[in-house]
């Protein structure tokens, strides 16, 4: 059992927006706004797509953002590519040294 | 390119180690820390330790605590990880991190390698 709540699959068609959310406690998301996400398939290398909640490292394509809302986060991916077909895992600082992941959410592009 | 690349993983019995490397390329090792993370089969990431730039302060997850150290060589661009009294659930893909930071943070890993598989199995 993950410390954090992904929902296993998500879809959507080319072009279309999709939301995916992260739910914690008042203890990791609700706490602090150190929320990243990471976009990952097996056998690559996992890649930062957003930190503290809504930022994008350089690279990053500006269709991808996040959000937070209490103890939920959210990424969403704007005008959605088959490129952006992966597993997205959130993670969050949940103080003292401590970090938490979600169990990753599998998008699936229709 | 900055480059992380693990190395050591395999198949071995409960109760045995296992040690594993991740060989650092085009940064300075020594001004960052690094993590390791693991996924288990079907499973979601899990950090299971940290190391400070110069080795001086190190923490733990509590499912790896007493049983896994964490290491580094600075002058040889390393980062290790000592497995010992492994059970089945240490089964996973180990990845090691860099931890990044912004002007206001420093919780997040913004490069990662591709990753080496332990299995532990009788």
């Known amino acids: 059992q993950s410390a954090l709540t992904q929902p296993p699959s998500a879809s959507g068609s080319p072009g279309q927006s999709v939301t995916i959310s992260c739910t914690g406690t008042g203890s990791d998301v609700g706490a602090y706004d150190f929320v990243s996400w990471y976009q990952g398939n097996p056998g690559k290398a996992p890649r930062l797509m957003i930190y503290e909640v809504n930022k994008r490292p350089s690279g990053v394509p500006d269709r991808f953002s996040g959000s937070k809302s209490g103890n939920t986060a959210s990424l969403i991916v704007s005008g959605l590519q088959a490129e952006d077909e992966a597993y997205y895992y959130c993670s969050s600082y949940a103080g003292t040294n401590n970090l938490v992941f979600g169990g990753g959410t599998k998008l699936t592009v229709l | 390119d900055v480059q992380l690349v693990e190395s050591g993983g395999g198949l071995v019995q409960p109760g045995g180690s296992l040690r594993l490397s991740c060989a650092a390329s085009?940064?300075?090792?020594?001004?960052?820390?690094m993590n390791w993370v693991r996924q288990a089969p079907g499973k979601g990431l899990e950090w299971v330790a940290n190391?400070?730039?110069?080795?001086?302060?190190?923490y733990y997850g509590d499912s790896v605590k007493g049983r896994f150290t964490i290491s580094r060589d600075n002058a040889k661009n390393a980062l290790y990880l000592q497995m010992d009294r492994l059970t089945v659930e240490d089964t996973a893909v180990y990845y090691c991190?860099?931890?990044?930071?912004?002007?206001?943070?420093?919780?997040?890993?913004?490069?990662w390698g591709q990753g080496t598989l332990v299995a532990v199995s009788s």
């Open positions: 991190a860099r931890r990044d930071c912004s002007n206001t943070s420093c919780h997040q890993f913004g490069y």
């Open positions: 085009g940064f300075t090792f020594s001004n960052f820390w």
């Open positions: 190391i400070k730039q110069d080795g001086s302060q190190k």
